[in-house]
Each structure stands twice: as C-alpha cells, then as structure tokens.
C-alpha cells in the first residue's frame, strides 16, 4: 500500500443528523483520498425488526430517525402494502402525501435555517442569528410551525405520526382536517417567498463535479411517494433499481456505502431538480429564472438552493392535492385486506433523496427479512468524491479555511448519519 | 424565585432518534421564550459549543447502548447539578421498541441504570409543552410530580370507542397518561409509550387479554416479569 498522509481530519462535524467525521489523505503520488465515517449505529435496525409482526416493524422503523420520522413510515407502510398486494382508497393516499409533503418541507427548512445558511452568514447557530436577523428567525420558525401544525392535525402527532397504516389511515378524514390543512398551506405561502428568497440570495462557491443523478419521476410531478426511478437515462422500478447496487462495507465507516454498479451517484433535492425540473409548477419556475438558476446544475453546493426551491413547489403542490380533497365531502379513509406471505419493496423520496424499505414476511405476518437503504448511505461515496475534487480546488488556503470549506460542502449534502449507520444491509 | 444568572443548559444524545429533540424545536416561539430564561451552552445539532466546566440543566435522550454512551453519560453527570432523561429511550430503554426482547442481540439500558436521574420526561415523542411546564417548575423551584391518571381515564373522558373491547391490543388500562390519550383517539392502541401509571394492574389486563383472544405481546410479558421480580419498575 502506497503511503498516505493525513491532510485535514475533522471530527464530528456539527450541525449536521448524527456523527460523521471527515480524512482527507493525499498519497506519495498526490493523489487525493477521502474517508467519510459515519460512527453511529449502534442500532442494527434490521436485527430487530426481524421477528416482529408488520405493524410493529413499522412503528420501529418510523422510530429511527426523528427528522425523517413521517417518510420511514410512509414508505415501510407502502412496502407492506405491497406485500400484501392492497392499495388503499385514493383519499388516504393524497392524505398520506400531505404529510409527506409537510415533513418534507419542515425537514428543508431546518436544515436549510439551523444548519446551513449559518456557514454564508458567518454564524455558527441559529441563535446568533437572533441577534441581527431576528426577524427572519422568527418566521422561519413561524412557518416550520405550520408545517408541524399540518402533521400534528393530520398525523396525530408532529412527530412519529400515529394515523398512517397498512390499507390507509387509522381513522376518518375529516373535512375539517382537510379545510385546516388547506389553511395552514395558504399561510405557509405567504411566509415562505421571503424566507426562500434569503438562501437563494447566498453566493454558493464555484465547483464544477458532474455526477450521475438519481430520483424519482413521473409524467408530470416531482414525485414523494410513488414513481419509477431515474437513473441518468435510465429509468427502474425499486426491485430493479436495488438489484444493481452494490454495497461496499469500508472498514472505516458504520454505515454501508452504495454505489449503483461500479459509479457513486447522488440522490436528493439537486438529483430531483436535475432530473424533473420540467415538471416545477411555474411560480418555482418563475423564481428560478429570477435567480438564474438553471437546471440540470452540476454544482453539488447548488443543493441548497434545490431544497429552497422544493419548498415553493411543494406548498403549491400541497395546496392543489388539498384543493381536489375539498372538492368533496366523503372520504374513504382505509380498505380491507387479508395478512399474507410476500416480499414488499418500497420506494419514496426522503427529503435527502431515495428510501427504499423492503420487507419479507411470512404468513403471519411476520417479518422473516428487512432490509432499509437511506438516502445517505447511498450519497456518501458520491460525498467523498466531490470533497476529494473540492479538496483539489481549495488545497492551498491554510488549513482551517480547507476545513471550513469541506464542512460547507458535507452539510449542502444534507446527510443524516444517525439513519445511514442504523440501517445496514444484513448479509442474508 | 428566579436566579440572577441564567441557567446553563446542555442537550445530549445518546443512541436515539433525536425526535425528542425535535420535539423541543417543535415548541416554535415558545423556544424563543426558554431562551430568555435559560442559556444553552452545548447542543451538537444545533452548532452550540460554548466553553463551560458546570451545567445546572443537563438533558438526554436517548437510551445506552455502548460502553463509550456509559461514560459520555457519567462525565454528562459529573458536571452537571440536575439530569433530565427526555423520553421513553432515555427514561425506560424504549424497551418496546429498541430492545430485542427475545434474543437480545443489543442491551439497551435505561439512563437510570448508569446514573443518578433527576426528572423523567416520559413519550415516544415527548410531549413539547410537558418539556416547557418541566423546564418553568425547575426555574421556579416547584417540585415536579407526574400526573396519576392513566391513558384510559383520558380516552374515557373524550367518549372515544373503546379498542379494547373491539379485540384490539390497547395497553391504555396500565398506561401513564396525560398524553390526551392520543393514539386511541386516532384509532390506535396505546402501546405504552409513557410507561406503566401508578398502581397498573398488569395481571388484570393480561386477563381482559385473555378473555377477548388477543395475544399476549412480548412487551406484555416483559413487563410483567419486571414488576414480579420486585426490581426495577419503571
Ligand atoms: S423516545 Fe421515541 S421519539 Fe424520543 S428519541 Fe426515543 S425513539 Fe425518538
Ligand atoms: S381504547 Fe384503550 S385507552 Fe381507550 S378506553 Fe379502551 S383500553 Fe382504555
Ligand atoms: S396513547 Fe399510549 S402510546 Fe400513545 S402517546 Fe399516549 S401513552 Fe403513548
């Protein structure tokens, strides 16, 4: 083994979900290589949800990430279904899509605010930016809130949402929860232009790092919850999709890195917009051209700006699923279906990109095998990649500047580790 | 009686799905109001590091899993004048949840089974307004006294139908409640994610159990054998 160096080492960055660490490491021969470690996990998920009847797996599943708590369950609701062979009655499912959409955006906002914009401001927590910009805190909060209000309503509860089950929602819909969600959308509208308009006011640095992209896609929608996978241009159901990734346990790492055949690709806001940016509802594509952001964009920092413009879309979006769901007055809230033995795979896109959740269970019920793959672990070799590029790029600033820079570039990525390092493929 | 100088607070996790945590940010501007009150001084998701050697609040979530958890949590303790366990994997190991409780691949130990806990703030999420009322009592040197009243009472109270006597698995009759009985009244069985009340009756649900047919879970069981030992109750 050639010798290598320790540039830059950076422990547990903060600001991001969970604990990762950053090597860069440059050979004799200048090359440059970089370990990202996710050292969480002390939680094999998988181990445990082996042996537990559906349901219970579910509200396990949902349990493992806080952040992304209304997306699990959706998704491992979906692959249970799927297993099942039951669709539930369309009113649950454009219900169900509300709260992935809320979730979606509370999640955007949050890391956008708390954790993001901080690095162009020059604050290290959002708490400093009370002093000067307490304005926008205060609506930044005010509209995270609605987004709760919405989940909370709808769900039961703002976090780990009780109504989602196999076969639709635990209870009726009521036309009030449909008029108060509807509500709660129109206010987010008039607090969100402001808000977006300050990150798409940030000057991300300049870095040019190409990759394949990788989401979901429809006719005409940027889709969460149901869609075929795109993959530069090629387009997978999930079974066909997983089939064709390849897990690479490093030694170094927690979490299980994936990478689709023999390339890293990347998943998330920026992989959505690359791949369905025709299909922005047109004041999100208004906004893009007053900012001169232009789709597909090849700057991974540009996932910032992706995220901030998902939020006005998915407002509209939301307000027009709600717009339909007030058109009527009854509502079919779940369907009937028989436990049976079948293997369930879903796919979804998390706020961090592609979920998928696959269950196999037995005619009880019973969950014989899971496997989960989070957006993260399928981003973090495409993260290594593009530090090692950027690394390139910024070498010759003094070392706390490299470290500053590469931890700008890890939290545009968005990464949840505590999810990354939970789920690990279990050798079967 | 409010201290001259803030309270110094720091918010930990250990292993744990940090919802708890986001069910702080999910107190919205009645955060900004804690901040008035209380100076977080260290808090990882959030960016907040200051320098400090004492903390008067320290607050965790999450359960311990590992041996490194064990003495992130006794040096938290150390330095710190009260500790708060902030939700069910912090106050009970969420054993319904976290645990493997027939093979036991991962030992998940309740905070209180490493070190001296001061307050418990029970859910699986906690509740955000039961985490402001805590944080206030603190302040104001009030004692802090859990509700007795069990999910039941909460649901009966609402005039919801009850699941139990549909055949479905509700652990409401030996739940701790003051959650507004929330599950049941989406339909859901509680599972118990406030741990047991006062009193719980666990041979008697086991027997309503019984008589309607529905399995007796895992939980269940555990939880029984817990309380006949006499040892640790939750
Ligand atoms: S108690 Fe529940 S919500 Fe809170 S950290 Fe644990 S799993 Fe998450
Ligand atoms: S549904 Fe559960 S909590 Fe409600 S009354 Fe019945 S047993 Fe009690
Ligand atoms: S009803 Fe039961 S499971 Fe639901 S929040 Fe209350 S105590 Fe927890």
């Not at chain 1, 979006?317 to 009527?328: A, R």
């Not at chain 2, 009686?1 to 009645?30: A, D, H, T, Y």
Request: charged fraction near 25%; aromatic fraction near 6%; charge should be neutral.
């Amino acid at each position: 083994m050639r010798e290598r160096n320790i540039r830059i080492s950076i422990r547990e960055i903060s600001r991001i979900e969970g604990h990762l660490d950053i090597d860069v490491m440059v050979n004799s021969d200048g090359e440059v290589e970089v370990h990202a470690k996710a050292l969480e996990g002390t939680r094999i998920v998988e181990n445990v949800l082996v042996g537990k009847v559906y349901w219970e797996a579910i509200e396990i599943a949902s349990r493992m990430c806080g952040v992304c708590h209304a997306i699990h369950k959706l998704t491992a609701t979906q692959a249970v279904e799927n297993a099942f062979n039951v669709t539930p009655p369309s009113d649950a499912i454009k219900f169900r899509e509300i709260i992935a959409i809320a979730g979606h955006i509370q999640s955007h906002l949050t890391h956008l605010f708390y954790f993001t914009i901080l690095d162009y401001l020059g604050k290290e927590n959002i708490f400093q930016m009370l002093r000067d910009k307490r304005d926008l805190v205060i609506r930044v909060i005010n509209l995270r809130q609605l987004t709760d209000e919405v989940i909370k309503k709808l769900g039961g509860s703002s976090v780990h949402p009780i109504t989602p089950i196999v076969g639709g929602l635990s209870r009726e819909i009521k036309k009030s929860d449909i008029l108060s969600a509807y509500e709660a959308f129109r206010n987010m509208l008039d607090l969100a232009s402001d808000i977006v308009e300050e990150i798409l006011n940030i000057s991300i640095p300049d870095l040019d790092s190409k990759s394949l992209y990788a989401a979901l896609t429809n006719r005409n929608d940027i889709p969460l919850l149901q869609g075929k996978i795109r993959i530069g241009e090629e387009y997978h159901d999930a079974e066909s999709f997983i089939r064709d990734l390849n897990a690479i346990n490093e030694p170094y790492s927690n979490a299980t890195h994936f990478i689709y055949r023999s390339s890293s690709y990347m998943v998330g806001a920026l992989a959505r917009l690359n791949l369905n940016h025709k299909n922005l509802v047109p004041e999100a594509k208004e906004l893009c051209k007053r900012y001169n952001l232009e789709f597909p964009n090849y700057n991974p920092f540009a996932n910032n700006l992706a995220q901030a413009i998902e939020i006005i879309h998915y407002i509209h979006k939301g307000l027009s699923i709600l717009d339909d769901l007030k058109q009527k007055n009854n509502y079919q809230n779940r369907i009937r279906f028989t436990i049976r033995k079948g293997n369930g795979v879903s796919v979804s896109e998390a706020p961090r990109g592609l979920l998928f959740h696959q269950y196999e269970l037995n005619e009880n019920g019973i969950v014989t095998k899971a496997n989960i793959i989070t957006p993260t672990a399928q981003n973090l070799k495409n993260l290594e990649e593009t530090i090692a590029k950027y690394f390139n790029k910024i070498r010759n600033l003094p070392p706390k500047d490299i470290e500053k820079e590469i931890m700008k570039l890890v939290r545009s990525y968005d990464p949840c580790i505590s999810c990354a390092a939970r789920f690990r493929k279990i050798s079967n | 009686m409010i201290p001259k100088q803030k309270p110094r607070v720091g918010i930990f996790n250990l292993s744990s799905c940090e919802g708890c945590i986001v069910q702080i940010l999910n107190l919205g501007e009645k955060l900004l109001d804690l901040l008035k009150l209380f100076n977080i001084v260290d808090c990882r998701v959030l960016g907040v590091k200051e320098d400090y050697n004492k903390l008067d609040i320290a607050i965790i979530e999450g359960c311990v899993m590992s041996f490194e958890e064990e003495v992130k949590a006794r040096e938290i303790r150390e330095r710190s004048e009260i500790v708060i366990a902030l939700g069910d994997c912090a106050v009970s190991g969420n054993i319904n949840f976290m645990k493997d409780i027939t093979n036991k691949p991962h030992k998940s130990k309740p905070l209180s089974e490493v070190i001296k806990v001061d307050h418990e703030i029970p859910g699986c999420p906690i509740s955000s307004e039961e985490f402001y009322r805590v944080l206030i009592d603190i302040l104001m040197g009030k004692k802090i006294t859990k509700k007795s009243i069990t999910v039941c009472s909460e649901c009966v109270l609402r005039e919801n139908n009850c699941l139990l006597e549909k055949g479905v698995p509700c652990l409401g009759p030996i739940t701790r409640g003051d959650c507004n009985a929330i599950c049941p009244s989406n339909n859901r069985p509680c599972f118990g994610c406030r741990g047991l009340a006062d009193d719980a009756n666990i041979d008697a649900l086991i027997k309503a159990f019984r008589d309607r047919n529905i399995p007796i879970s895992q939980y269940l069981i555990a939880l029984n054998q817990m309380k006949h030992k006499g040892g640790e109750e939750r």
